[in-house]
């Protein structure tokens, strides 16, 4: 039995043909390129089946005779099985056996036929990209393509969430300061004036946040215009309180309808040198712009990644809450466990609670990843009803999860024995965790790019013919979204290097198809290490405080250094947290943080 999709993939042809349009390309995102959109935009999530709580990476393709999607390897097994009896099919979008979207869609178009893309959510280097390839083919390109306006019908409203003020004595930078800097590096960018798109970098530019417009994040829709005489923030107003009003007039900002901005951009004047960041900014913006683009403007993504002293102050906050949610919940797991009573959907509800028990805690960072076992291999894992295993008998638990405190974004993944580890298991683990260790450990010349240091996370594991392919640090944002560039720590070359400020994770893992998965996360800041002779050097710190299960470790393949950081890293989480915990939870963490001998 086909599922409901179809009769949507049925429609959906109906208004292509209607509309002249042979192909439709549609993507997973918002006119603000989020990785994590709001139900209103999640329309190609309703038409494929294929979703998650998070947000799913996926880009379809819909033609008369064929339905695909696009999606990454965090997602090709949960793909598979969302996408049975849909009319659509998964094609692999990285690993081994990829295929590029876009030269797939060249190979299956004909010269004279028409591509329909809905432009306000598509980035303009992607339309870019397949315009291109599409009309060195005689193919063109539609960038005005909406079907969800006539296909959809109980779609979601845009959110109406009210707007916040994110304390400035935590932040530690006004306003104003915030757009002086903007406005300093658009200049160098040879721009007047700069058109900010993405969620993260508005709320970070106006000291704004929300509650639930995005699931996870409290950033809020809207586009922020900033030049040298004006600043327009474009948000629906019944998201504005009275305190929110007075916060945007003390700064200057005035305020237009969040739909305006096509008609705002058409109307600038010639002389104004528009700063666009062509992969962050909606084709369908850019379609309308009367006066001269520039590209560029990763400058804001820039300044937003240092975080100043009075932020990672106010992390270090946050650490030491979530370090003692986490005390509750593994205390808690351990416990219960025997009883049989305890289900991954469950363990994510109580962690939830734990950690909204605490005021500051606005929300999670992102659901929660609870993989039991084989579940554990899933990367990108969310336990539903429908999957929803027992924690029952031996194993591997993974907990990858994350809290929206006021003080702070946090990130953390552990991964715990129940019961007794087989010393494959523990093998793997060290493996995994030795690469943990040798990231945290590295000191490295300023200049240096996550991409050059991602071997160190996973030299132990190659060694052995073993792998993971997924990204061994993103950067993490300040009360805003868990997932922040421009740096990252991974295969793919990132051409930003790492400074002092930055914080980001350190997250290697290794997953075994139906058996179990493991991964070992703190975050790390990048600090001023020492200068010699040969120039400035860079270190992390990790801030993440909670322990490593030492019931996993192999210490025969360790060296006394990792043996060593293991015991100092403990004891610093000991030390931190112990004054926060009961005799009971104090008495259960010194246990954990037991001297590791080899």
């Given at each position: 039995a086909m599922k409901k999709n179809y009769e949507y993939?049925?429609?959906?042809?109906?208004?292509?043909?209607?509309?002249?349009?042979?192909?439709?390309?549609?993507?997973?995102?918002?006119?603000?390129?989020?990785?994590?959109?709001?139900?209103?935009?999640?329309?190609?999530?309703?038409?494929?089946?294929?979703?998650?709580?998070?947000?799913?990476?996926?880009?379809?393709?819909?033609?008369?005779?064929?339905?695909?999607?696009?999606?990454?390897?965090r997602y090709f097994l949960q793909a598979t099985d969302q996408l049975r009896d849909t009319g659509f099919r998964?094609?692999?979008?990285?690993?081994?056996?990829?295929?590029?979207?876009?030269?797939?869609?060249?190979?299956?178009?004909?010269?004279?036929?028409?591509?329909?893309?809905?432009?306000?959510?598509?980035?303009?280097?992607?339309?870019?990209?397949?315009?291109?390839?599409?009309?060195?083919?005689?193919?063109?390109?539609?960038?005005?393509?909406?079907?969800?306006?006539?296909i959809y019908p109980d779609r979601p409203l845009r959110?109406?969430?009210?707007?916040?003020?994110?304390?400035?004595?935590?932040?530690?930078?006004?306003?104003?300061?915030?757009?002086?800097?903007?406005?300093?590096?658009?200049?160098?960018?040879l721009a007047n004036a700069i058109l900010i798109s993405s969620l993260d970098d508005i709320a970070w530019s106006t000291n704004l946040r929300a509650a639930n417009d995005i699931a996870f994040s409290p950033v809020f829709v809207s586009f922020l215009y900033i030049d040298d005489t004006s600043r327009v923030l474009f948000v629906d107003d019944d998201k504005l309180t009275p305190e929110v009003?007075?916060?945007?007039?003390?700064?200057?900002?005035?305020?237009?309808?969040?739909?305006?901005?096509?008609?705002?951009?058409?109307?600038?004047?010639?002389?104004?040198?528009?700063?666009?960041?062509?992969a962050k900014t909606a084709r369908g913006i850019f379609d309308h712009?009367?006066?001269?683009?520039?590209?560029?403007?990763?400058?804001?993504?820039?300044?937003?990644?240092?975080?100043?002293?009075?932020?990672?102050?106010?992390?270090?906050?946050?650490?030491?809450?979530?370090?003692?949610?986490?005390?509750?919940?593994?205390?808690?797991?351990?416990?219960?466990?025997?009883?049989?009573k305890l289900t991954e959907v469950e363990l994510g509800r109580r962690l939830r609670e734990l950690r909204l028990a605490d005021p500051t805690c606005v929300d999670e960072s992102f659901a929660p990843i609870i993989g039991w076992n084989g579940h554990g291999a899933i990367v990108h894992y969310e336990a539903t009803p429908e999957t929803d295993?027992?924690?029952?008998?031996?194993?591997?638990?993974?907990?990858?999860?994350?809290?929206?405190?006021?003080?702070?974004?946090?990130?953390?993944?552990?991964?715990?024995?129940?019961?007794?580890?087989?010393?494959?298991?523990?093998?793997?683990?060290?493996?995994?965790?030795?690469?943990?260790?040798?990231?945290?450990?590295?000191?490295?010349?300023?200049?240096?790019?996550g991409h050059q240091l991602n071997v160190l996370a996973l030299q132990f594991l190659w060694h052995e013919g073993k792998a993971y392919f997924h990204g061994t640090g993103h950067g993490v944002g300040f009360f805003i979204n868990c997932h922040e560039g421009p740096q990252s720590i991974r295969l793919n070359h990132n051409p930003t290097p790492l400074e002092p400020g930055m914080l980001q994770s350190d997250e290697p893992g290794l997953y075994l198809t139906g058996r179990y998965g493991i991964r070992c996360e703190n975050l790390i800041l990048c600090k001023d290490a020492m200068t010699t002779d040969f120039g400035h050097f860079l270190e992390f710190e990790p801030l993440?405080?909670?322990?490593?299960?030492?019931?996993l470790?192999?210490?025969?393949?360790?060296?006394?250094?990792?043996?060593?950081?293991?015991?100092?890293?403990?004891?610093?989480v000991r030390d931190t947290l112990t004054p926060y915990l009961s005799p009971e939870e104090a008495a259960w963490m010194a246990h954990k943080t037991r001297t590791l001998t080899k």
């Open positions: 993939l049925t429609k959906l042809r109906q208004v292509m043909k209607e509309h002249g349009i042979d192909a439709c390309v549609i993507s997973g995102t918002d006119p603000h390129q989020s990785e994590n959109p709001p139900a209103h935009w999640r329309g190609r999530e309703w038409l494929t089946g294929f979703w998650s709580v998070n947000g799913t990476n996926g880009t379809a393709v819909v033609l008369p005779d064929d339905a695909l999607v696009w999606t990454d390897s998964m094609m692999e979008e990285d690993g081994p056996n990829a295929v590029d979207l876009v030269d797939w869609l060249v190979e299956h178009t004909q010269s004279g036929q028409t591509v329909g893309i809905d432009g306000m959510t598509f980035s303009i280097s992607y339309a870019q990209r397949l315009q291109q390839e599409l009309n060195d083919n005689g193919v063109k390109l539609d960038t005005d393509f909406r079907p969800f306006d006539r959110p109406k969430n009210p707007l916040f003020i994110h304390d400035e004595n935590l932040v530690g930078m006004t306003v104003d300061q915030k757009m002086e800097a903007i406005m300093e590096a658009v200049k160098p960018e009003k007075a916060h945007l007039d003390k700064y200057n900002i005035e305020t237009r309808p969040y739909d305006s901005i096509a008609d705002f951009v058409a109307a600038l004047p010639k002389a104004t040198r528009l700063l666009m960041d062509p712009v009367g006066c001269t683009p520039v590209f560029g403007g990763s400058a804001v993504a820039k300044l937003k990644s240092i975080k100043n002293d009075s932020m990672i102050n106010s992390i270090r906050i946050a650490m030491i809450k979530d370090g003692v949610a986490l005390t509750k919940f593994f205390m808690m797991v351990e416990k219960e466990y025997p009883t049989g295993a027992v924690i029952e008998g031996q194993g591997l638990l993974l907990v990858d999860s994350g809290g929206q405190y006021v003080n702070g974004t946090t990130d953390i993944t552990r991964t715990v024995a129940l019961g007794t580890p087989t010393t494959e298991q523990q093998h793997d683990f060290t493996l995994v965790m030795k690469g943990h260790i040798a990231l945290s450990n590295a000191i490295f010349p300023a200049g240096t790019t993440t405080l909670f322990p490593f299960d030492l019931d470790m192999e210490t025969s393949i360790m060296t006394d250094d990792e043996v060593r950081w293991i015991n100092d890293y403990h004891k610093t």
